[in-house]
Each structure stands twice: as C-alpha cells, then as structure tokens.
C-alpha cells in the first residue's frame, strides 16, 4: 500500500473506502485518505473524466498529467472496473463487501438499476456506509435534473449573493475553483463521518443521501435567514458582505498597488481608538479623533455619512502606505484586515510554507519528479494527516483483484484482455 502508515497512528486508519465519484465527489474520497483510510478510486476502464479537465503538467494534454485530477485524488490506490459487465458488477459485490464505506455520485437510481444500490449493497455487507452525492438529492422533483458547478452555485444560493454594487444592473458572479461540488463533498464527509459514528454504536450501516444543491443552500451565509424570518433580500456588494442595507466599501488599495480588504472599524471604543492614534501619529487621522466618532465606536453605527466619511479617511491613510506595513500594523492592533493576495502569494509566505509546513511535497516515481501540492488542512497531534500522489489508471489492479480478492494472474489477464476491468 501507498505511504502505508500504522494504523493506530492513523485516524481512519482501519477503514476501506471504495470511491466511485466523479468531479461531483471525488474530494470526499481524498479528505478521507488524508485521514489515513484506505481508499481504493474505480474507474471505468476508459478512466475517470476528471482526467480530461485541464490544465495539464507543462501544458502537454496528457490524461495521466491532469493537474486537476492529480489535485482531487491524492492519497487513494486506483482500478478498473466495467460495471456494465456482469462480472464488473459481482466483482464490486465482492469488494463491498469487504468495504467500510463506498461513496458514488452515479444519477439517482443508476445504481438500483445495476443492482449495486443500497439495499443490494448493504445485504452483502450490513455494516457498509454508502454515501451517494447528487445534484437535488436521491428523491423529489429535481433528483433527475442535471448539474454543473455552476448550476450548484446559481440553484444553491450562493451566486446571487457574489458580484459588484458599484457597476449598476451588473449580473451575478460564480465564484470559481469548483466551489459547488467541493461545499457538497465536504457536507458529505461531514455525513459519512457521522455514519460511521453510528456504527461505531450501533453495528450498522446506513444510506448518506448527499445534495451539492441543499449543501450550497446552507453556505448562503445571512441570505435565507433574512429573507425568512425578516422578509427582506440581501444584495450584492464588490468585495465585501451581501447585505440588505448598503455598507461602505470594504477593498482599500494601497501605495505599492495591492489592496487590503479592511473589516471591523466600528466595532468598539477600544479598537477604535487604537486605530485613530496609529493614524494620527502618522499625522492623518484627520478629524477622526472628534468625540463625535468616539460615540458612534461605542454605539457600533455601521451605516450612514458618517461611516462613509469615516472610512474615506482610513482609505487615504491606507493609500499612503504600502501593503505590508498596513497589513501587519492593524493585525498587531487586533484588526482583521487582510492583503488580498494572488495564489504566489501565499506560496511565498514563510508562516504557511516553513512555520506551519502547510505545502506538501509529493513525489511522482513515474516521472522522476516532486511536485507541490496543498496539504493538511489541519494539525492532529495524535493522528498525523498523509498523502500521496493520484494513481495511475488501473496503478493497483493486480495487487486488489489479486490480494483483495484472490484472483490469480491468468483471471486478472482474462479480465483485463475482456474490458471488465
């Protein structure tokens, strides 16, 4: 196995995670084995479309060198089955069975047809958590509906809340990155998890009903509540909170032409106070140092002249400063501002690449190279985070047919020169 690592020192250590998802779920496959699981990626013997999405290693198209693939897959062995064939279908059988968790994002019912569904699956295998990612859900109106990143972010919610207030009738904006399908992979880890919890009580598996659409729909921050409870619509505002009321512009630029994204001014006498005297000692608080800003600090006003004014006047004081210097004096003074920063950016900072040793450095034999990817989201002192390289297509299959499941090499080359696998 891969990076193989004790399984007690693992936090899912003891699990097998059979991963059937394409781009709808195949993060969730990966968190989990970062977490140490076991899991095994299935493709059809044509590959996973994933492998098709670019951009490709040194822009050579080259589905073994999708960078997207190889980002979204790490940590995972990878095979080949045909589950039209008969015998791909009784080969998944067999593998569930030995399984802990199986994850798809197949339609609705895809899998009922081949009679690979739940209530197949898990009579082979009681204790099976079989969690499925969809567009709408397994029932309802929509569950036949298409999808795309796009619709999940438009139908969930969250597009109508990103765009610009300072380009009048401007439309909506999706944010990018793959946003919809990674928000409903990770509310499906978050369900496959506590599944297993259950199971860890009760000695029972269960079916993980997964909607990318409802999943997006509980990352809209204060839209629904707002529109439920008080009647009223948020709107879009350039770079800062949706909000039903319009809030002053949050996107200040700075002297060496970067921005920094400035929050919190109002929030209490204290803070700002604080800000005011860094201010005035650069000789630019201007008349912000007035009792009347002082009272409206203590009352937290957010909106108004007033507030226009006052924050015109940190956006001239931010204006003659460069980035850095602006950004570590309001941190050192307790503000969270921020420098909104190009992906080389972080890259290049020592707290994220030397300090915290967030960036992972992976290795690809196959190519005599190491690679940089995103690491460990988090730090578990007692269950390390691990990853490895995405698998090649069908990297694994003699070692899982044949030590899995004990076919021998002449029964795996049949297979093989059959298309089931």
Not at 29 to 51: F, H, N, Q, T, Y
Not at 65 to 93: H, V
Not at 114 to 121: E, N
Request: hydrophobic share 35%; net charge negative.
């Amino acid at each position: 196995m891969p990076n193989e690592m004790p399984k007690e020192e693992s936090a899912l250590g003891d699990l097998t995670v059979l991963d059937l998802c394409d781009e709808k779920g195949h993060l969730v496959g990966k968190l989990l084995g970062e977490m140490g699981a076991r899991v095994i990626k299935i493709e059809p013997p044509e590959g996973d479309s994933a492998r098709d999405v670019a951009p490709f290693r040194a822009d050579v198209r080259d589905r073994s060198q999708s960078l997207y693939f190889w980002a979204f897959n790490t940590a995972k062995e990878g095979i080949t089955l045909n589950l039209e064939d008969p015998r791909g279908r009784d080969l998944l059988r067999k593998l569930a069975a030995g399984a802990d968790v199986l994850l798809e994002s197949f339609d609705p019912g895809r899998l009922d047809s081949l009679a690979l569904g739940y209530a197949d699956l898990s009579a082979v295998n009681p204790s099976l958590v079989m969690t499925s990612i969809t567009a709408f859900g397994q029932d309802g109106p929509y569950r036949d509906y298409k999808t795309s990143d796009l619709v999940a972010m438009a139908m969930g919610g969250v597009m109508y809340s990103c765009g610009y207030d300072d380009l009048p009738g401007s439309p909506p904006i999706r944010p990018s990155g793959w946003h919809g399908y990674n928000i409903g992979a990770h509310y499906a880890t978050l369900g496959t998890l506590a599944a297993l919890s259950w199971r860890d009580v009760s000695g029972e598996g269960q079916h993980v009903d997964a909607s990318i659409h409802e999943a997006c729909s509980c990352t809209t921050e204060a839209a629904m509540p707002t529109y439920i409870y008080q009647k009223e619509l948020v709107h879009r505002q350039t770079g800062r909170h949706h909000g039903v009321q319009p809030t002053p512009k949050t996107l200040c630029p700075t002297s060496d032409g970067k921005l920094i994204n400035v929050f919190a001014v109002f929030t209490s006498l204290n803070q700002w106070l604080s800000l005011v005297t860094w201010m005035d000692s650069k000789g630019m608080a201007e008349d912000l140092m007035d009792e009347h800003y002082r009272n409206m600090a203590r009352m937290r006003v957010r909106a108004g002249p007033e507030v226009d004014h006052a924050f015109e006047v940190v956006r001239r004081f931010i204006a003659a400063h460069p980035a850095e210097e602006i950004y570590r004096g309001a941190q050192g003074r307790k503000f969270p501002w921020g420098i909104i920063r190009a992906p080389e950016d972080t890259l290049e900072d020592p707290h994220f690449a030397e300090d915290r040793g967030f960036f992972a450095q992976v290795e690809h034999p196959e190519l005599g190279e190491t690679h940089t990817y995103a690491g460990r989201p988090y730090i578990a002192n007692a269950t390390p985070w691990r990853t490895f390289r995405s698998p090649l297509l069908g990297e694994h299959n003699r070692s899982v047919y044949g030590n899995d499941l004990g076919l021998s090499s002449e029964e795996i080359a049949r297979l093989t020169s059959d298309g089931v696998i």
